[in-house]
């Protein structure tokens, strides 16, 4: 079968490529990426006083697209075309703004436009809090900041004018956004809320209970949450879970959901990893995965892997057998991110700062990223520092954050060095 790529506002061919019926949408990618490279599609960085970069980079954001309807990377070809019979389909390639970056500092949060050549945006609050966490909302127009003022404030790209504030009475910890950037959830000491963005009303709220992590999910009203052994899964018409994935032995530290909604991954103190499927209304247990000596901290999904991480190492498993494909322990430091490329090949890891804080090596934070098929490592970055935010942006290209400073790395050289003091927290659109 053959799979014709083109753009979607202009309908000018972007390649094509022979294809199988069981491989994924994300195999399309590096296709788009090349032709982009021959052409100016890309969004330039450039050079100003406070952004340091190459003025070579390019970054390229796209999305797969059939009739409007957005392609997961992990979905098979085959499911994706409308029609079986046929020799050849058509996917549209609808490109995207190119990615802000924020970081905040105290009070001050500053956001960068990568493919504009201006002066960051610089969103300040209208007191001393300290700001906890950044979210850009899906719409690419709105970021959303949380503070130890007990605020969550919606903040406009276009100018920075603070649009909608969502009061708690502590700080705020945590935050998330639905996929369709019309709800947004708040942690604040034994409270979470569920706001409507556009009139700023609280649709949903528990009082007095402890979570540790909730987020939506995808394509779904419905929110997960963990606080002890047992993640639980609230429909926001409800007062009440609607189901409890029970199973694990000890405290839930990790939690990952597909695209698409119907499978979490579930990571806990037990040493184990338990990959959930949703069966209409309810949730079970479809495998319970073992090898890991320590708790697990991360985890990431692909189409069919699944990666978790405990201690200094990482272990890649196929999702439908259960089986351990790899083992990656070559870290100085205890992993506390993990993160797939989009084809599935690559993993990317971020680690220190765990145990070994008392470690007399400077070395012991940063990101690695490896080839699972051969369980080489393509790429080693040290930071020095503890690791906030590590993200692999196109495939190729890392960015990794920490307290001090903010990189982008593409082959060895350090394309992007942002200089900051007192990093509280970061976020990529």
């Given amino acids: 079968r053959k799979v014709v790529l083109r753009a979607a506002l202009t309908g000018s061919k972007l390649g094509e490529k022979k294809v199988h019926a069981d491989d994924t949408v994300g195999n399309l990618r590096p296709l788009v990426l090349a032709a982009a490279r021959q052409t100016s599609m890309m969004s330039r960085l450039s050079e100003t006083t406070e952004l340091s970069v190459c003025p070579r980079v390019t970054v390229l954001r796209f999305d797969l697209c059939i009739n409007n309807k957005v392609l997961f990377d992990h979905q098979l070809i085959c499911d994706c075309l409308e029609c079986e019979e046929s020799a050849e389909g058509t996917v549209d390639v609808v490109f995207l703004p190119a990615p802000f970056l924020g970081a905040a500092c105290g009070s001050s949060t500053r956001i960068w436009n990568l493919s504009a050549h201006n002066s960051p945006l610089v969103l300040d609050l209208d007191s001393d809090a300290t ?41 705020v910890s945590d935050l998330a956004c639905s996929s369709n950037s019309e709800l947004l959830l708040t942690l604040s000491h034994g409270n979470v809320a569920v706001w409507e963005v556009k009139t700023g009303m609280c649709i949903w709220l528990r009082e007095n209970v402890y979570i540790l992590q909730a987020l939506f999910i995808p394509q779904t009203e419905e929110v997960l949450s963990i606080a002890d052994e047992t993640p639980k899964i609230w429909n926001l018409r409800r007062s009440d879970p609607i189901a409890s994935l029970e199973g694990h032995s000890a405290v839930v530290l990790s939690l990952v959901c597909f695209p698409n909604g119907e499978r979490i991954c579930s990571g806990a103190l037990d040493r184990s990893v338990r990959l959930w ?31 978790s991480a405990s201690g200094c190492t990482a272990r890649v498993w196929c999702a439908e057998t259960g089986s351990c494909d790899s083992i990656l322990n070559d870290h100085a430091g205890s992993i506390h991110s993990l993160q797939f490329s989009s084809d599935g090949h690559h993993l990317l890891v971020a680690y220190g700062c765990g145990r070994e804080v008392f470690n007399i090596m400077n070395n012991c934070s940063g990101v690695k990223l490896w080839c699972i098929a051969n369980k080489q490592c393509l790429a080693s970055i040290q930071t020095g520092d503890f690791v906030l935010f590590a993200q692999l942006l196109d495939g190729q290209s890392i960015l990794v954050a920490s307290s001090k400073r903010v990189e982008m790395w593409q082959s060895g050289q350090r394309l992007l060095d942002l200089q900051v003091q007192g990093l509280r927290a970061f976020a990529i659109s």
């Fill in 277 to 307: 499927q949703r069966e209409g209304d309810c949730w079970s247990c479809l495998r319970t995965l073992h090898g890991h000596f320590d708790g697990i901290r991360a985890l990431a999904l692909s189409r069919d892997l699944v990666a």
């Fill in 131 to 171: 700001v906890r966490k950044i979210t850009f909302m899906p719409d690419q127009q709105h970021v959303v900041t949380s503070s130890d003022d007990g605020t969550a404030r919606l903040w406009r790209l276009d100018g920075g004018e603070c649009v909608r504030t969502f009061q708690h009475q502590s700080s």
